[in-house]
């Protein structure tokens, strides 16, 4: 019995009885012979692999050019059959593959005079820089220019005319946004970007006054620039999030209708203000090309009360409230959601 169980745990040697050594600073091991096989571990210079005696190719008869001198006496060297694959071990013992350009067969006779323990030329695998990097090195990683535009929805903002009648039924649709920002590194703060915040908002708004005789639509928007300051909080291999703080110039503009059963009357209110921004943009990255982004931003709006005015006189008089002709807007916070795309230069 214990004969059987030596033969069974000397069965690996058996048929891995060549050793050979890594000449590569960080050979991988394939699954398959293919280097679009998984990559099952990796095996550093120097380090001792054992590879399937049936994959060393010998011919007796065959020499190489390659002559060296033994004690006065002149030995033709012969060829060692180098394959570009050969089988191995990986560490849990299953079959693996290595390229043959990247380990030397210890054959322990004179065909070890046909390759170096050092691969020649450059080292494919050799990651390294060589030490002090310079100055103008080409780093690219976190200095490129962003640019992205996104379309976004959020809830309605509450806010409307000061109407002279209470209000029995209010309808308030879903608030739209196109927002583009282009953001540039800076040179004193790394990891932080200044940039430049422009977005466009709309929205529809539907009232029934209590009065039972009129109903009134409010349709407009508003334009919003302003500059931002951004933090690349984490960045992997293919995701990256971002966050972000403004302050923006907005300007409004919102047409207020009434209509009654024989009488409409619409009127322009229009007005500038502030807003506090703070944004937070989920990007994965390299999804459509290697410099194209896609994007997930989540945006909060910070308004102070303010209002908007018209420069028209009302013609039906009995419609608005001479004494708060204005759109008033409550002090609040809403939030859009954005998708969109980002492109690096």
Not at 304 to 324: A, E, G, Q, R
Request: charged letters at 20%.
């Amino acid at each position: 019995m214990k004969k059987i169980i030596c033969i069974i745990l000397l069965l690996p040697q058996l048929a891995f009885s060549k050793r050979a050594m890594i000449i590569v600073l960080e050979a991988p091991i394939f699954k398959k012979p293919s280097t679009e096989a998984r990559i099952v571990q990796y095996a550093r210079k120097g380090s001792i692999v054992y590879i399937d005696n049936r994959d060393i190719v010998d011919d007796p008869t065959a020499f190489t050019n390659k002559v060296i001198t033994f004690k006065d006496v002149k030995i033709p060297v012969p060829p060692s059959g180098k394959q570009r694959w050969y089988t191995t071990l990986d560490r849990n013992g299953q079959q693996a593959f290595v390229l043959g350009q990247h380990i030397k067969v210890i054959y322990n006779d004179f065909r070890e005079f046909n390759e170096d323990i050092s691969k020649d030329g450059h080292d494919p695998t050799d990651y390294r820089l060589t030490e002090p990097i310079a100055d103008n090195y080409p780093f690219t990683e976190g200095k490129e220019f962003r640019f992205n535009l996104a379309i976004g929805l959020g809830p309605g903002q509450k806010s409307n005319y000061n109407y002279n009648a209470p209000l029995s039924r209010e309808d308030y649709r879903i608030r739209n946004g196109v927002a583009i920002n282009i953001l540039w590194p800076t040179e004193i703060l790394k990891h932080f970007r200044i940039g430049l915040n422009a977005g466009f908002y709309s929205q529809m708004r539907r009232f029934y006054l209590d009065d039972g005789q009129r109903s009134a639509n409010e349709t407009g928007g508003s334009f919003s620039l302003g500059p931002t300051i951004n933090f690349d909080q984490f960045k992997g291999k293919s995701f990256q999030i971002t966050y972000s703080a403004g302050l923006n110039f907005n300007w409004a503009r919102y047409f207020v209708e009434q209509q009654s059963l024989n009488s409409v009357e619409e009127r322009l209110f229009s007005g500038i203000y502030l807003t506090p921004k703070i944004y937070s943009t989920f990007q994965w990255q390299r999804v459509f090309f290697d410099s194209v982004d896609l994007l997930l931003q989540l945006e909060g709006i910070f308004d102070y009360p303010h209002s908007y005015n018209s420069k028209s006189d009302p013609i039906l008089t009995p419609f608005w409230t001479p004494d708060n002709d204005k759109i008033s807007v409550p002090g609040g916070a809403t939030f859009l959601l954005y998708f969109g795309v980002q492109a690096k230069i």
